[in-house]
């Protein structure tokens, strides 16, 4: 051991610099935590999460021709899109079952709606009490999810 | 009316006495409780964390939740455990911890007691505490606990001769054993022991931190080896005790340090008439408190959180006008600057389990019995030599003794 460590170790230099980084932590921009349901983290701008059902936004008309393009297209056939024929021939959509618990988030029911009707928006929070709440029906797509929030 | 009071207390000091026990008592608990919470908050924000922040604002009620949930769990008797043993163990360890307070001199007239024996006293009641772990080690007939207690009397044992011996260092200069003349002492000579002794303080700051269990010495109760040492059977309030008595002895360790090395409850340079406006450091710290408070409310967005906020800071506000009030100021001067220095302490002891790694248990023995009793017994006689001689008070002797 040479002088210089020597000294080192008589001073606790070492332990010194160590209390001034742990000192040096305490201040409120170092604070890496979240709050979490009173501030919701920004998630990824491609991030793909909850499924919804787009109106138009002025006529409040579901954009969804009921093509069933994504159905064909959902791996996992958790699609179900019910139609009926209208007295012109039209194919009107009366039901939409999206199974959330079955969903691997590929993303590619989003990429084959010629309309941009179905969208996997960035909500994150789809847990559910029972399996039968996590088949979402039409209702539940075009409202969209709501995410609880916590007040106190 | 309030004369009467306190000639009525004067004429009857053992309730004098009882009085100021309760209030030592209630004190020291609260703080103890809070101690927990402050030490969950410094940590928290040294790893760049929250802390605790659900439980009332800001997490203030932890405490108070903590020791709710603690009084309403089962309390377990292992089986096989010796019963009486094993209830007795916590007891002894808090008894000893708060009987300490009893010569601890918190302002020059806020005392219970000031017998001439003070700190043999508190060596000897504190030293009683570690029956406290090794019968709760021992009576649970377990394999972790009894491993902790070991190592935590051997670690005791180790550490407590190189705190005495850095603590007769301090006896030398103050030629007393009782706390307040200890403190009375460090004011005529006009520095704090601190200064005279500084290697002494270094040695019983080092071996305070290792005779309370805390970290880098928390050997007795390392989570990695022995799930939680010595108090691993227990549960409930006993576990409790055991918790407390652990926090209680950071505080009596720091005040002791306090009176003994940092002059009590003096302000710094207490005898410059010129630095006499250091005596309205309390209206300006409690008004710094107060400011701290308010930016907490500017930066709360919870209704309820704001409300308690501007309430507190209304408090500091009050305490500040009251102490504007110079009997105030006067009376409260030297609880202020005690209790900042220890709290100064407490911090100290949180920052280092939040810095340092814990040590092997062969590297504590290491640096206990090879670096701090030869260094603590070195103090000592370099200390009783100069003294001698400073005692004498003639440089003359000293340079014929050195010449014979």
Known sequence: MDWKDFLRRIFLIDLINGLRLTFSYQRPDAIYTEQYPLERPPVAERYRGAPRLNNHPESGETLCIACNLCSIACPENLIVVGWARTEDRKKRLTTFTYDLSRCMFCGLCEDACPVDALELTQDFEIANYTREGMIWDRQALEEGPKPARYTR | ?404
């Open chain 2, 1 to 404: 009316m309030l004369q009467s009071t306190v000639k009525f207390l004067s004429a009857n000091p053992l309730l004098l006495a009882l009085i100021k026990i309760l209030i030592i008592f209630a004190v020291v608990s609260g703080i103890v409780a809070y101690l927990v919470y402050m030490e969950r908050k410094v940590l928290a924000f040294m790893q760049a964390r929250l802390g605790p922040m659900r439980v009332g604002p800001w997490g203030l009620l932890q405490p108070v939740a903590d020791g709710i949930k603690l009084l309403l769990k089962e309390d377990i008797i292992p089986a096989g455990a010796d019963e009486w043993l094993f209830l007795l163990a916590p007891a002894i360890s808090i008894f000893a911890c708060f009987t300490v307070f009893a010569v601890i001199p918190f302002a020059g007239n806020f005392y219970v007691s000031d017998i001439n024996i003070g700190l043999l006293f508190i060596l000897a009641v504190s030293s009683l505490g570690i029956y406290g772990i090794i019968l709760g080690g021992w009576s649970s007939n377990s394999h972790y606990p009894l491993l902790g207690a070991l190592r935590s009397s051997a670690q005791l044992v180790s550490y407590e001769v190189a705190a005495g011996m850095a603590l007769v260092g301090v006896l030398l200069f103050s030629n007393s054993l009782s706390m307040v003349d200890i403190v009375k002492r460090q004011l005529s000579m006009g520095v704090w022991n601190v200064f005279l002794q500084p290697v002494a303080f270094l040695i019983y700051v080092i071996a305070a931190v290792a005779e309370t269990n805390r970290n880098p010495f928390d050997l007795p109760e390392a989570e990695s080896e022995l799930t939680a040492g010595y108090h691993t059977e227990y549960s409930g309030f006993r576990f409790a005790l055991y918790f407390m008595a652990e926090y209680t002895n950071m505080v009596v360790v720091s005040c002791i340090a306090v009176t003994l090395f940092l002059g009590g409850w003096l302000r710094p340079f207490a005898n410059y008439a010129r630095l006499d406006f250091l005596k309205f450091t309390p209206i300006l710290a409690t008004l710094g408190a107060g400011g701290f408070v308010l930016w907490l409310w500017l930066k709360s967005s919870v209704k309820l959180d704001r409300y308690f906020f501007i309430a507190l800071t209304a408090c500091f506000v009050v305490l500040a006008i009251l102490l504007v009030y110079p009997p105030v100021l006067n009376a409260l001067q030297g609880i202020f600057w005690f209790s900042a220095k220890v709290l100064a302490f407490l911090y100290a002891f949180i920052w280092y389990r939040a810095t340092f790694p814990r040590y092997r248990y062969d590297q504590l023995m290491n640096i206990g019995w090879r670096w701090m009793i030869p260094l603590a017994l070195a103090n000592l006689i370099v200390t009783a030599v100069l003294r001698y001689f400073w005692l004498s008070h003639h440089a003359a002797t000293a340079v014929a003794w050195l010449g014979r």
